[in-house]
């Protein structure tokens, strides 16, 4: 990390994000305003996940954003974890409205209405969809991207014949959202299940992918839920099954948001600015005219040559003919974390070449024109890869299986703290008990992260109490 990243990490994140061009601050309590680049890496998300659902044949929907208040009463346990959340609708001019709305927190109870109405017969299923959408939670402490009053996700719903379908469809959705994870934002994840102080509420069980952050703390990338027949009974979704009797469906549910953007930031970036994997970057090639390149046309025409040449073949290329200094168009790239530069001038307008400079690397290598296409898509795809790679090295520079008893959790934190390094992600192991969660939180700040499926090693004695261990389990401090 650098030296702001090691003495205020927030500051540095706020700093870059705003000097980045991504984001703007809303006059709406806790909003903000996406700017094109900003908004466009949700695209990007966006468009890498639809070819999947494509693959599952999951098609986007939109409901609206309005939920009555009776729907929401119809779990109890769903409504009482988004109550403190929730922004209501109660007027409009001057009229009391006869029934409340709630600004959609998620939509498992306006598409449960729904489902109730397109599911007679075991031949309706599975029933799944998909929706982009706009969600509101009235959040107290609030950072761009990562944390937010109104937010931008994307929610799956499903209804399924049985338990198994229902639980097949789960999981299938917590390895996609891994892949999408790794292999296009080039961050590693942990899979594994929530704890029952954890999960979404309402949900039977509750799956997550978590990120490490340069500063060692853990952003919950994505959830995926099995719901049971909770929301089915509580809705009525109801079908005739192959044995001619009615019974309740079994649903899904899950869901990625923009917090995504925020964690690719807070894993990649360095302190010249954002590094963006090329798979997302909004300009994956930026074209930098430099010497007295004014002065001479055909350096200008040449570079728009290749820029032509370039996206042929895909890629999201533009030319920076400000007429700033290219010092300074090479800082504000290197912020704006574009993965390539290629710099142009006079001198290798007449040796057929140009000075390729990848953001995450300190060298610069001269190419020539004709070698230029394959060697740019070629070193693009060698970044995402490196970056996954560097990415993964840091996750195990701070991982710590070594801390058996809270006492020892505590020096952990405290010896973190005085070498100016984080405490990372810590193997511990619990006894399954809410009240040692709550011990760990209160004492530490530190929260359960997940369950995981494959834990670098098996712990067989709980933090807290020296009981017998129940579970593995991650644990982190949390944005």
């Known amino acids: 990390m650098s030296d702001l990243q090691r003495e205020d990490f927030s500051k540095w994140y706020l700093q870059t994000i705003q000097k980045a061009d991504l984001m703007d601050y ?16 949700w695209q990007h998300i966006q468009d890498d996940f639809n070819k999947y659902l494509r693959t599952q044949d999951i098609r986007n929907v939109y409901f609206p954003m309005l939920i009555p208040k009776h729907f929401l009463e119809k779990e109890e346990e769903h409504v009482e974890g988004f109550a403190p959340e929730l922004p209501w609708l109660t007027r409009v001019g001057d009229e009391e409205l006869e029934e409340h709305y709630a600004l959609r927190p998620t939509s498992e109870t306006l598409i449960g209405d729904a489902f109730s109405n397109w599911v007679n017969s075991y031949r309706d299923l599975p029933l799944e969809i998909n929706q982009w959408a706009n969600v509101f939670r009235w959040e107290k402490k609030t950072m761009p991207f990562l944390r937010t009053s109104e937010f931008l996700w994307q929610e799956g719903h499903t209804a399924h014949e049985t338990e198994e379908d229902a639980r097949r469809r789960t999981m299938s959705i917590l390895e996609a959202y891994a892949t999408l994870i790794e292999d296009t934002l080039a961050i590693p994840v942990y899979r594994g299940q929530k704890t029952p102080a954890e999960r979404f509420a309402g949900a039977v069980d509750t799956y997550s992918v978590e ?21 089915a009974e509580a809705f009525d979704i109801k079908f005739l ?3 001619n009797e009615h019974d309740f469906v079994y649903t899904t549910s899950w869901g990625i948001s923009t917090r995504l953007i925020g964690a690719l930031i807070m894993v990649h970036g360095d302190e010249q600015g954002l590094v963006l994997p090329p ?12 010497g007295p390149w004014q002065k001479n046309p055909a350096i200008l025409d040449k570079l728009k040559e290749i820029k032509a040449q370039l996206q042929d073949t895909g890629l ?23 993965p390539l530069r290629v710099e142009f001038g006079p ?35 060698i970044m995402q890869k490196r970056l996954f790679e560097s990415a993964n090295v840091r996750y195990a520079e ?15 934190i405290e010896k973190s703290k005085t070498a100016g390094e984080t405490p990372g992600f810590v193997l511990i192991g619990w006894d399954g008990t809410e009240e040692t969660e709550a011990k760990i939180k209160e004492e530490t700040g530190f929260t359960t992260r997940n369950i995981p499926f494959n834990p670098p090693v098996e712990k067989t004695v709980d933090i807290v109490s020296g009981k017998p261990a129940k579970h593995t389990v991650w644990i982190a401090r949390a944005y």
Not at 26 to 41: A, H, M, Q, T, Y
Not at 213 to 231: I, P, W
Not at 354 to 380: F, G, H, I, P
Request: proline share 4%; charged share 30%; net charge negative.
């Open 279 to 290: 798979k997302v970057a909004p300009t994956q090639v930026i074209l930098v005219p430099v």
């Open 347 to 381: 001198r290798d307008l007449e040796n057929n070449q140009v000075v390729v400079k990848m953001r995450d690397l300190a060298d610069k290598e001269s190419v020539s024109l004709n070698e230029l296409t394959n060697y740019v898509t070629e070193q693009l795809d």
């Open 316 to 338: 999201r290329v533009r030319i920076d003919e400000t007429d700033n200094t290219p010092g300074y168009k090479f800082n504000e790239w290197e912020l704006k974390g574009a």
């Open 398 to 412: 701070n991982e710590h299986t070594d801390v058996d008893t809270l006492d020892e959790l505590k020096a952990h």
């Open 211 to 231: 990120a490490m952050m340069r500063d060692g703390k853990a952003v919950q990338a994505g959830t995926s839920h099995y719901l049971g027949q909770n929301f």
């Open 26 to 41: 809303s006059p709406v309590r806790g909003c903000i305003i996406f700017k094109p680049d900003g908004f466009e890496l």
């Open 241 to 243: 099954n192959r044995n």
